[in-house]
């Protein structure tokens, strides 16, 4: 009897979870409600999808993993993404000041757009396994409390019924796991919401010529001044091309839609060198404006009674505030816990779905701390107010990333934390942990740390 696997969701989560279930099963059906392009361009399900996306060095890893027969990171390049040193390769404003800029090796993170990645992504999947994209849409889960058998699903020829022995929910943020798992008789799941009211807008520019080696650039907003946010990123990706990305929170944070508002937005950061980038560079796009940056998450973990047969992966499972690019990483590692369990016992192990559902919450735990931690401190940040847990990682993490500004052994721990290729702990091993306490070895920076060349390109583009 052939073995069938279904996943709901044609995006990152979804073909990488396409990509773990086609070693163990006969066939991957992947259902998708909207209609895919046939290249690198924006779709209408990916509400983020115009806007900075990061790709971290734990998130690449776990592609590499899981995607049998390609290098995704030879196959990003080719396509046209970038490979940013956070070590050389970044110029960062925090609030605890400018971080340096090290000659020695750092973790590397992809940047691209989303578009690009997620049909990089899905070429690559589809071409190395036997996963197949149908047009639908899931209206219900069909099995009982015990066990998911498959999904009941809206075709353009009609509702069907597919069975399945494993079905994975990679559907997004407007996932209907909760009314899903209700209709098996499965209630309890806890959901928290911490919205800052980030407001994100965007604008593509062409690549001043000259300007092509500039570092990306970002002036990151500050939680802790009791003000409204407000960030800005100059983002290299394909085609020789910049994406400026600005946040703000609510409350007067947010950036504007207009052209002329958009550049003095810009000009007005902490510090103005997004707006000195782009003042004299050619736009290329309208700007795109997105306010669906809540941080949401859904303790699916922790129900009591789990389905087998079934989990939730990226998006369904959690997503987080833009500013601090965790999300894809996170799906990706999401992804590689199904495939590291399906390795061990197969798709019909008993309780495979309940270890794969608490493995993949790890990593979501740190990236929601991380991102929350921040969040709480904005004014007006609904559903959540610090606590006296915040406050003491809050504390300990501002006097981590002032201490990294000017340390490379706290820089390369909060490197390796920020790009989930360690956890949390990273911090409190002996050489960051004596960094940390000593404090910054070198003065802060008065300034960005650029290059004489990259001086020269700043003055030639204003």
Known sequence: ??????????????????AALSSVVDEVTVLERDDLPDGPEHRKGLPQGRHAHLLMAGGLAAMEDLVPGVGMRKHLLAAGAREISLSSGMIALTPEGWMR???????????????????????????????????????????DAER?????????????????EFVVDASGRGSRVVNWLSGLGISGVREKTVDAGLVNATRIYRTPEGAGRFPLTIIQANPYQGLPGRSGMVLPIEGDRWMVSLAGTRGGGEPPSDPDGFLRYTLDLPHPLVGQLISGAEPLTDIHVSRSTSNQRRYLEKVREWPEGFIALGDAL??????????????????????????????????LARRVQRGAAASVEAAWTMAVSQDVWFPGTRGGAPTVADRLVTRFTRRVVRTATGSYAAASALWDVTSLTAGPERLLRPPALLATLNGPSLPAAAGPPLTEAERGILRDLQ
């Open 1 to 18: 009897m052939s073995r069938r696997a279904v996943v709901i969701g044609a995006g990152l989560a979804g073909m990488l979870a396409a």
């Open 101 to 143: 800029r090290w000659r020695h090796e750092g973790p590397r993170m992809m940047t691209c757009s989303r578009a690009l990645l997620d049909w990089a992504v899905r070429g690559a999947v589809l071409a190395n396994t036997g996963a197949q994209v149908r047009k639908g849409q899931v209206l219900a889960l069909t099995g």
């Open 148 to 164: 998911v058998t498959g999904v009941r699903v809206s075709t353009p020829d009609g509702d069907e019924v597919i069975d399945a």
């Open 318 to 351: 959690a997503t987080f505030n833009p500013a601090y690019g965790q999300g894809m990483s996170v799906a990706a590692l999401g992804a590689q816990v199904l495939h590291r369990e399906l390795r061990r016992g197969g798709v019909g192990s008993a309780g």
